[in-house]
């Protein structure tokens, strides 16, 4: 049996986590839904993002992470594929937000230029991870002394603060673009601004403490273990509902036979 890869994990992390697995299952759905029926670039992305994220999450939840070490006897397995999953499905939000903010003018590139972005990270982040696990270490702020993993984490949150900050202001202009026309639309990616906030938060909150542990004043770890997660969560939620919205306005529009509003000159 491998060593316990769930000692720094709060009760409410397994009360966050799995109540957002099972939104991520309901919102995966619906978007798959969409995507067969309206097959863009932006519709294939999210769903693609939706169900990579739900399987992150789902290996986030304390229980499950201990059960995939047990089973495949590698210890913080779960916690690897969980930030792979993070670094994928936020590609994926990129790549909706790119297809719907320039639509097919330099599209290609634009993709280009975030997938080579993640998979630098991820290829950085792989061979670190090699390097510092082992029995006893954990990918988590409460190992801020082991430099490897303090410098894994570092380079994860980098990413997912870089890429909340793009989606903030992306979505927050395709929340203007879409009203009055699209209601349903606008709010929904006010609600994905709100997320895409609170996750340069949870970014900012675990980088921010490994680099005062790193200058030697770091505060308590334990305000840190409790903060990070309830961060998460909240984004994680706001944008299952910010981004799941423009989808009821598409299946309302369907159900009620309202024409498509035309596109904003």
């Given at each position: ?27 995966t ?38 059960a ?42 634009r ?33 801020a002394?082991?430099?490897k ?81 309830l961060?998460?969560?909240i ?11 423009p ?19």
């Amino acid at each position: 049996m491998s060593t316990s890869t769930t000692a720094s994990s709060t009760p409410w992390d397994g009360v966050i986590f799995g109540s957002v697995t099972l939104l991520g299952a309901v919102v995966t759905t619906l978007c798959l839904i969409r995507a067969r029926r309206t097959p863009t670039v932006a519709n294939r992305s999210i769903t693609a993002a939706f169900g990579i994220c739900t399987l992150g999450v789902f290996f986030a939840v304390p229980a499950i992470a201990q059960a995939a070490a047990d089973i495949t006897g590698i210890d913080n397995i779960a916690k690897l594929i969980a930030h792979i999953c993070a670094v994928l499905w936020s590609a994926g939000l990129q790549f909706t937000m790119v297809d719907i903010a320039y639509g097919p003018y330099g599209l290609r590139t634009r993709l280009y230029q975030r997938a080579t972005f993640a998979g630098a990270i991820l290829m950085a982040m792989i061979p670190l991870w090699l390097s510092a696990n082992g029995p006893g270490v954990e990918f988590t702020t409460a190992h801020a002394h082991d430099v490897k993993v303090r410098i894994y984490l570092l380079l994860y949150l980098v990413y997912v603060f870089a890429t909340c900050t793009e989606l903030t202001f992306q979505c927050a202009l395709a929340s203007r673009d879409n009203w009055p026309e699209r209601p349903w639309s606008s709010f929904g990616y006010g609600s994905s601004t709100i997320a895409a906030i609170f996750g340069m938060g949870y970014a900012a909150s675990k980088a921010s403490y490994l680099v005062a542990y790193t200058m030697g004043s770091p505060w308590e770890l334990r305000v840190e273990e409790r903060l990070s997660p309830l961060l998460s969560g909240i984004s994680i939620l706001f944008l299952f509902v910010g981004l799941t919205l423009p989808v009821f306005g598409w299946l309302l529009r369907k159900i009620l036979k309202r024409p498509e509003p035309a596109p904003r000159a």
